[in-house]
């Protein structure tokens, strides 16, 4: 297929905000492609691989920088110049092209094969000379393109589309260009890119008009999936009313979330980001081989920190660093042990458990799970329906120092990549976002040369924007001893995605996640959110969250009434 088409459409839906129009648009451009292009659904996700793989393009704008000026022949200062009036290096390779008569506009015969082969040699590049070869093979691909490709292919590569296409857009889209757009086979279609996380897949069974193979999508051992999340309850009794009586109360752990998957005598370990941890985590695949049975199985887990000397447990971000520490592994693990805390089975010897009620998975778990303390242990559970037992085993959950407690309905399937009514946490009302960081500003004194105070932003659950909500500087000095996060190594992080630079203040690509907690939230013009935070301070950097689940809009509008009730009343 022609870059060209995917070009065209990427337009036609950035110029089409109307969620409606967009499905209608991607609908015909599904229908036009043929089943031996189908790989360039990844492109137009922006990615070159399906979701759970962990080949990703990865070029920051410093790379993409000079690649556009290469191709352009101009030098790098011009590129700069440009990109800070524009913020968008798309725009700027397209700007300059039109301006240099380069532009090839309707003659380029670049095709979508050619795109993915270079961009799909990128992430296997190592060792020495890699950055003059990633360079030649960009710039192979602007130097044959037209002005409008050219700006897609430098989104691509900066990981930064602007299309606003979501993945249930997709979905619809699927489903009303190969079927009836009824909601039962739109339902079916989202449930199979749940399973199986790959979008290409999915299409060309759809293509082929197989709606009952698309049924018959399977999770697939060492493919990891998006977890199901929880909805938040105030109290148990309203927690009583949402799952039902009886229902099983659980402690909420402090850790992360980890997805243990298991066949023959392979153990691979991901995140909630579908990271794969098994590097970092050598004795959790021990424990599994040694104490769960089972030839194949996918278990849903919360790994959580406790002391080595007084086996008391730990918050997250004292044992943040093993996930992201890809060295001294032996040592660390000694230092800083994790327990995994066993809560859902969702595979077992070949079959899918995703639809069994979640009663019969947590019996499945007992049945297969040899309890080891301070090793891999079921989550602590009672299965009741009065509430003053309830209420113990929530203060029994605080006391053990975990956040809190989840109440599940016994009957429930599992939904995976879903904020689900029939999972709910419950923690003592605490002010605690999760939230981006958008922007950041180069400190002074002392700490010249490293950023030192970061723009925060939610999410706008609507439009998808990141909004801006306040400005944070206070607590990384106590992150850096707890956790190793100083403003040096967040300053070096936050380098390789600033996208625009204005005398002190930078503006970053949204990447990184943070927990945040505040005294309190003020109504404010000075923020686009129209909120802005009092006094707040980061607690942990959230390496394992990704962007799709930072706290939205509407959650902040939320705590902002929950908290006007209060003064008012308490
Ligand atoms: P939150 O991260 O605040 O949305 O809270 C939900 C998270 O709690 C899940 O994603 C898990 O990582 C974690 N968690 C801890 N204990 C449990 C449990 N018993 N069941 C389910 N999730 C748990």
């Known amino acids: 297929m022609l870059y060209r088409k995917l070009a065209e459409f990427y337009k036609e839906a950035s110029e089409n905000p109307s969620r409606l129009k967009k499905t209608e648009i991607l609908a ?75 532009a090839t506009l309707g003659k380029s015969d670049l095709t979508t094969q050619k795109v993915l082969e270079n961009f799909r040699k ?57 079927f009836s757009s009824d909601k039962e086979s739109a339902k079916k279609i989202q449930d199979a890119i749940d399973r199986s996380n790959d979008i290409v897949k999915v299409f060309e069974m759809a293509k082929r008009g197989k709606l009952n193979e698309i049924e018959n999508v399977s999770l697939e051992i060492g493919k990891p999936i998006k ?42 370990l991901f995140t909630r980001r579908l990271e794969n941890v098994t590097k970092q985590f050598p004795e959790v695949v021990d424990y599994v081989k040694k104490y769960v049975g089972g030839k194949s199985f996918i278990l ?34 000694e230092e800083l042990p994790v327990e995994v805390n066993v809560f859902d089975m969702i595979y077992y010897e070949g ?36 509430e003053k037992k309830a209420k113990e085993f929530y203060k029994q959950a605080l006391k053990d120092r975990q956040e809190g407690v989840m109440m599940k309905n016994l009957g429930s399937i ?10 709910l946490k419950i923690k003592p009302a605490e002010n605690d976002l999760d939230l981006a960081i958008v922007g950041a500003e180069f400190g002074a ?55 625009k630079e204005d005398g002190k203040s930078v503006k970053i690509k949204p990447k990184i996640v943070v927990a945040v907690t505040y005294q309190e939230i003020q109504r404010s013009p000075t923020y686009n959110s129209g909120f802005a935070l009092r006094f707040p301070r980061f607690t942990a950097l959230r390496v394992d969250k990704p962007l799709s689940e930072i706290t939205t809009l509407r959650e902040v509008e939320k705590d902002y009434e929950k908290q006007k009730r209060n003064f008012r009343y308490g």
Request: hydrophobic share 35%.
């Open 122 to 178: 990128l992430p296997e590049l190592e060792g020495k000379g890699t950055v003059e070869k990633k360079l030649s093979l960009i710039v192979e691909l602007l130097t044959s393109a037209s002005d409008i490709e050219a700006l897609y292919l430098v989104r691509t590569l900066i990981g930064d589309l602007r299309i606003g296409l979501k993945e249930s857009t997709i979905k619809e889209a699927i489903a009303s260009a190969f």
């Open 300 to 333: 849903d887990s919360e790994a959580v920190g406790f002391d080595k000397k007084t086996k008391e447990y730990k918050p997250f971000q004292e044992i943040s660093q093993r996930i992201r520490r890809k060295y001294d592994i032996e040592k660390l693990r």
């Open 28 to 102: 015909k451009f599904l229908g036009e492609i043929h089943e031996s292009d189908k790989e360039v659904l990844y492109l137009l996700l922006g990615d070159i691989y399906p979701e759970y793989s962990e080949k990703k393009i990865g070029i920051s704008s410093q790379l993409a920088i000079k690649a556009i000026s290469k191709s352009i022949g101009t030098e790098n200062s011009e590129v700069v110049r440009e990109w800070k009036k524009l913020g968008d290096l798309g725009l700027v390779i397209e700007m300059l092209k039109k301006k240099k008569r380069q």
């Open 414 to 423: 599992y939904q995976p990549g879903s904020r689900v009514g029939f999972m």
């Open 227 to 268: 977890v199901m999340l929880a909805q938040k309850a105030k109290t148990i009794e309203e927690g009583f009313e949402a799952v039902g009586k009886p229902c099983a109360v659980e402690y909420k752990y402090d850790g992360f979330r980890m997805l243990i998957h298991k066949k023959g005598d392979d153990v691979i």
């Open 445 to 499: 004194g002392k700490r010249s040369g490293w950023l030192s105070s970061f723009i925060l932003a939610c999410k706008d659950e609507k439009s998808g924007k990141f909004l801006e909500i306040g400005k944070v500087g206070t607590g990384i000095k106590e992150l850096a001893e707890s956790e190793g996060t100083s403003f040096e190594e967040l300053t070096k992080m936050i380098k390789p995605l600033i996208e």
């Open 351 to 386: 079959k899918s458990l995703l639809n069994e009620p979640f009663e019969k998975r947590t019996a499945l778990i007992k049945k297969i799970l040899k309890d080891q303390r301070y090793k891999i242990i079921r989550a602590k559970q009672l299965i009741t329906g009065d």
